[in-house]
T-cell receptor, first 121, second 113 residues
Framework: GAVVSQHPSRVICKSGTSVKIECRSL??????MFWYRQFPKQSLMLMAT?????????EQGVEKDKFLINHASLTLSTLTVTSAHPEDSSFYIC?????????????????FGEGSRLTVL | AQSVTQLGSHVSVSEGALVLLRCNYS??????LFWYVQYPNQGLQLLLK??????LVKGINGFEAEFKKSETSFHLTKPSAHMSDAAEYFC???????????FGKGTTLSVSS
């Protein structure tokens, strides 16, 4: 159980285009999903918290108009990189927490997708 | 605010040797602590977690970690390294309120034969 799926795993796009990345919780419901960004050989940096049915909460320094997040259902969150530029090239990873928790206890554990490698030419 | 510090960005060991990856945390509330492993171009896999139960936590692949409140540490160990352990390891902290995990900068583990 507790599988998070991301799609696409790899995407290459031209500068100026927009790219959408999907994050799905396959066997559990997630009222909250988190989007992270990881540059080569660096740690994961939290970009935003995606809340089902409401606006996302962005971390300081993350442009909300550039990184559009939609959390339309309890199992799907999407990240759209608008007007992508080469500096947006990165590894984007989503994560989700089972709202019910294991055995009814929320241990704070996050389940991660496999990541999406974005390359902007 | 919560944070974790991983001491040593790169650790090299010989196959069969002890693995020790260090993590210190800072938290204003009782923390939930995690160790994740990441292989190239992949997501994160949970190795183990501390959630205020036993201070010595056993995880997958022979890894374990001990929560030491007095030292604010949660170091990861494995008695005998295997070549397949070579990867990036991240320590992370969270609180029970359901906030996002905050990650350390990671430690690259290299294992030589």
């Amino acid at each position: 159980g507790a599988v998070v799926s991301q799609h696409p795993s790899r995407v290459i796009c031209k500068s100026g285009t927009s790219v959408k990345i999907e994050c799905r919780s396959l066997d559990f419901q997630a009222t909250t999903m988190f989007w992270y960004r990881q540059f080569p050989k660096q740690s994961l940096m939290l970009m935003a918290t995606s809340n089902e049915g409401s606006k996302a909460t962005y971390e300081q320094g993350v442009e909300k108009d550039k990184f559009l997040i939609n959390h339309a259902s309890l199992t799907l969150s999407t990240l759209t990189v608008t007007s992508a530029h080469p500096e947006d090239s990165s590894f984007y990873i989503c994560s989700a927490r089972d709202r019910l928790g294991s055995g009814g206890i929320n241990t704070g554990e996050l389940f991660f997708g496999e990541g999406s490698r974005l390359t902007v030419l | 605010a919560q944070s974790v510090t991983q001491l040593g960005s790169h650790v090299s060991v010989s196959e069969g040797a002890l693995v020790l990856l260090r993590c210190n945390y800072s938290s204003s509330v009782p923390p939930y602590l995690f160790w994740y492993v990441q292989y190239p171009n992949q997501g994160l896999q949970l190795l183990l977690k501390y959630t205020s139960a036993a201070t010595l936590v056993k995880g997958i692949n022979g890894f374990e970690a001990e929560f030491k409140k007095s030292e604010t540490s949660f170091h990861l160990t494995k008695p005998s390294a295997h070549m397949s352990d070579a990867a990036e390891y991240f320590c992370a902290v969270s609180d029970q309120a359901g906030t996002a995990l905050i990650f350390g900068k990671g430690t690259t583990l290299s294992v030589s034969s």
